[in-house]
Nanobody, 121 residues
């Protein structure tokens, strides 16, 4: 089993910054991809940013130029640096990971428990 634990959420004023962190632990052979999604009340989760192979990134248009994803391969951690935050960034942010459990090439997908980000004055 694999656990994803997020940290770094909270309350911030518009224009401020937050850094989210997610640590993966458990039965991990290697990690194919990690990323961040967010969910508004009553809505489906949407992609914020992902990083594959530790280097290939994908970022939602709504956060490009403001959010940056990075991965520490040695520590199996992924970070989301969020700058110039807007009230519309208020949501629950979830960490996600595709994890290879052995050399067979099969990977499983996992979610963290979520962390609340609130942007308000």
């Amino acid at each position: 089993q694999v656990q994803l634990v997020e940290s770094g959420g909270g309350l911030v004023q518009p224009g401020g910054s937050l850094r989210l962190s997610c640590a993966a632990s458990g039965s991990i052979f290697s990690i194919r991809a990690m990323g961040w999604y967010r969910q508004y009340p009553g809505k489906e989760r949407e992609l914020v940013a992902t990083i594959t192979g530790g280097i290939i990134t994908k970022t939602a248009d709504s956060v490009k130029g403001r959010f940056t994803i990075a991965k520490d391969n040695a520590e199996n951690r992924v970070y989301l640096q969020m700058n110039s935050l807007k009230p519309e960034d208020t949501a629950v942010y979830y960490c996600n990971a595709d994890v290879f459990v052995d050399r067979g090439g099969i990977y499983a997908n996992y979610w963290g428990q979520g962390t609340q980000v609130t942007v308000s004055s």
